[in-house]
């Protein structure tokens, strides 16, 4: 008798282990109208600037399977080859089930993920504001079209007000759902639209549980952090060295004892273009009266086919006769990274110790606080 319990208790002692059994990975199950059968369905990173292809499948008889693993919840893009648009997705290790809409795939359904349940909630206050861009951005068009200044700044300023509005309940939901990573992308969006002050964001990064912290997007938010302190005004800039279109290296030091600029851009770049003709202005206006440039070139765009030769001939066009550098990696560039750059043209105003005392300032702006410092 004591053997029969001794083994009955081994064969429970089994079959709990077996139902404890810990996922490790995930299981994503989708539901799609037949009619795009034979069609590839993929799976991407949602990095714009680097974007990765994690796996594709074929739509058969409606349904497609993905499986992998994931570190850490992270925000992925589904597209369909041929179908409009795409689903953004909050991939994480569990089994995942979406219902598809080919007309609209932004607008899929998905069930059996706690972070995707929270991703809804963020998607519940974003798409009212996405259906208001589109109708009172026909309505600006119509205004400018029409020469109704008047009408287009109140257009402006009503939309400024929905967003504003918008970014509060954002703020809130962050704050109530501190244990997901869908809340750092967000907040990590927020900081990089500059929708956010940077003390209020450390405040909600703080709040984080320690998994979404480490997640790869809870790294990204704290490097935000930390470079947005380092390049504040107030700040000494940091230090950075980079090739220049001979393949030598400068150093942003090696400029310390003048005031200087440095001036963020790219030869796609259609407004950087448009606003060097103000910088060349500037630099020959104050070059002799201590006036250092450093331009930092974005230039790697990958639909670029010759990224730098594109520079090489930006920088004759226009006539940019100080010192330029860059990477040629696009927003990866490292000095971008330290720097924090969202978007060009982008400008830092330094003094002769190497602080920084402005930002962003362009044509008469510029100009005037060359005059303010050099004049």
Request: proline share 4%.
């Given at each position: 008798m004591i053997k029969k319990l001794m083994l009955l208790a081994l064969i429970i002692l089994v079959a709990s282990c077996k139902n404890e059994v810990t996922k490790e990975g995930y299981v994503l199950n989708g539901f799609i109208d037949s009619s795009v059968d034979g069609k590839t369905m993929r799976l991407r990173n949602a990095d714009l600037n680097n974007v990765t292809f994690v796996d594709s499948t074929i739509i058969k008889d409606g349904k497609v399977t993905f499986t992998g693993k994931v570190d850490s919840p992270d925000l992925y893009l589904l597209s369909i080859d041929g179908v409009p648009g795409g689903m953004p997705i909050v991939l994480e290790n569990e089994n995942i089930s979406i219902q598809f809409y080919k007309d609209s795939l932004q607008s899929s359904k998905v069930t059996g993920s706690h972070e995707n349940d929270i991703f809804k909630v963020f998607k519940d206050i974003s798409d009212p504001i996405r259906a208001k861009n589109q109708a009172m951005g026909q309505e600006f068009m119509a205004a400018r079209t029409a020469g109704d200044t008047a009408k287009m700044k109140t257009i402006q300023e009503e939309f400024q007000k929905i967003v504003d509005n918008g970014n509060l309940e954002n703020l809130e939901a962050i704050?109530?759902?501190?244990?997901?990573?869908?809340?750092?992308?967000?907040?990590?969006?927020?900081?990089?639209?500059?929708?956010?002050?940077?003390?209020?964001?450390?405040?909600?990064?703080?709040?984080?549980?320690?998994?979404?912290?480490?997640?790869?997007?809870?790294?990204?938010?704290?490097?935000?952090?930390?470079?947005?302190?380092?390049?504040?005004i107030g700040s000494v800039a940091p230090d950075f060295t980079a090739p220049n279109p001979e393949g030598n290296m400068l150093t942003l030091s090696d400029l310390k004892g003048k005031v200087t600029i440095i001036d963020f851009w790219a030869a796609w770049c259609g407004p950087c273009r448009r606003e060097n003709p103000n910088v060349v202005n500037v630099y020959e206006k104050y070059h002799d009266k201590g006036l250092e440039i450093i331009?930092?070139?974005?230039?790697?765009?990958?639909?670029?086919?010759?990224?730098?030769?594109?520079?090489?001939?930006?920088?004759?066009?226009?006539?940019?006769?100080?010192?330029?550098?860059?990477?040629?990696?696009?927003?990866?560039?490292?000095?971008?990274?330290?720097?924090?750059?969202?978007?060009?043209?982008?400008?830092?105003?330094?003094?002769?110790?190497?602080?920084?005392?402005?930002?962003?300032?362009?044509?008469?702006?510029?100009?005037?606080?060359?005059?303010?410092?050099l004049d």
């Open positions: 704050k109530k759902h501190n244990d997901v990573v869908t809340s750092a992308a967000i907040l990590e969006n927020l900081i990089k639209t500059k929708g956010i002050e940077m003390a209020k964001a450390q405040e909600l990064y703080d709040n984080f549980t320690d998994p979404v912290k480490n997640s790869r997007i809870g790294k990204s938010i704290n490097d935000l952090l930390v470079s947005g302190k380092a390049t504040a331009g930092v070139s974005l230039d790697g765009n990958p639909r670029q086919k010759d990224a730098k030769g594109e520079w090489l001939a930006a920088i004759e066009k226009d006539g940019l006769t100080w010192h330029q550098v860059s990477n040629l990696q696009y927003f990866n560039d490292p000095v971008a990274k330290k720097y924090n750059i969202q978007s060009i043209p982008a400008t830092f105003i330094l003094d002769a110790d190497g602080k920084i005392i402005a930002k962003n300032l362009r044509g008469p702006e510029l100009e005037a606080k060359m005059a303010e410092l």
